[in-house]
């Protein structure tokens, strides 16, 4: 699991927004019925993905917790903008 709590967590919110909008969609009066159908289908694909992605999460947690895994670190080194690592031309 190369998941991070924080990683997680950022893609079950862009999926509470697709599927906000989603069902949005599936309110809407101005579209056909065919529509409406389609983007229920899609709502609950969404759903199930996001469900997914939380007992994923919940199950990280729980080996966070226990100790039978630790959380991941990644550290970040940039080497734009430092003088450093600038190739001379």
């Known amino acids: 699991m190369a998941e991070t709590i ?3 967590t950022d893609k079950i919110i862009i ?3 697709k599927k906000f909008h989603m069902r949005e969609e599936t309110l809407r009066k101005n579209v056909s019925p065919q ?3 389609e983007c229920r289908h899609k709502l609950a694909i969404l759903t199930w993905q996001r469900d997914d992605l939380v007992k994923e999460m919940n199950e990280l947690i729980r080996k966070n917790f226990s100790g039978r895994q630790l959380p991941k670190l990644y550290r970040q080194f ?3 903008n ?3 690592y600038k190739k001379g031309i």
């Open 35 to 37: 529509h409406i159908k």
């Open 15 to 17: 999926f509470e927004l």
């Open 82 to 84: 430092d003088p450093k």
């Open 78 to 80: 940039k080497m734009y």
């Open 6 to 8: 924080g990683s997680l």
